[in-house]
């Protein structure tokens, strides 16, 4: 699914560093469903820079946004321009009930999906009553970056789209596209079978991406 895009098109939004604010946004999430969920809570990154950046380099923590209850993520280059899928554990111990073997298995076979996929390594679940994702540096507790999961949208039968404003995601929009059906009896839905919409892994449109990238540039300059 991860491709990479011409990342001139934040060209003019100034310089940005590799690991400070604005380097990388936040652009799609899963909060769970009543239910069945299907698959492990779970956020996208895409990287705004013009170089690969390690995300191990990142903690994350929901909406309590303590870095040091936070889990740290594990360790890919990320490309320029590239999106990836970050799985919530459910803890930080060293014996964790999510497994890399399950739950990957598990997204791969309901979004058929190809592209790269970390754990957190803890840092806390996301609520359908809403939540918050925030990424921190591991090497100082800096904030990066955070997006919000409203519980007014929270919860449905699709991911939070954040890359064109916060929005459940669309079929057609940003590459969102159904999952395969998976079970829960907990929604009255036909034979107890669910799908999503989402695009875990797609990289947004240039335009888009350039709108993220002023965007945060701007988010950066207020919490000065």
Known sequence: MSKAF??????????????GPASIQITE????????????????ITNLTNSAIDTG?????????????GGQLDSFM?????????????????VDD?????????????????????????GGGLGQGGDFINLFLAADSSFVTGQETPGAIS???ATIDSVNGTMLSVLGVNGAYESN????????????M???????????TPGAIALLGFGGLIGARRRR
């Open 181 to 192: 059906a998976f079970f829960n009896d907990n929604l009255g839905l036909p034979g107890d």
């Open 57 to 69: 380099m990142f903690i994350y923590d929901d909406d309590s946004a303590d870095p040091l209850d």
């Open 194 to 204: 669910a799908s999503l919409i989402g695009s875990p892994g797609s990289v947004p």
């Open 78 to 94: 990320l490309g320029a321009g590239e999106s990836m899928v970050f799985l919530i554990s459910d803890d930080n111990e060293a």
């Open 155 to 157: 919860g449905g039968l």
């Open 6 to 19: 011409a990342i001139a098109a934040i060209a003019g939004l100034g310089a940005i560093a590799q690991a």
């Open 29 to 44: 999430a899963f909060v769970g469903l009543s239910g069945e969920d299907g698959t492990q809570d779970w956020f996208e």
């Open 98 to 122: 999510i497994t890399y073997t399950s739950a990957i298995a598990e997204f791969q076979s309901i979004w058929n999906y190809s592209g790269l996929i970390g754990l957190t390594n803890g």
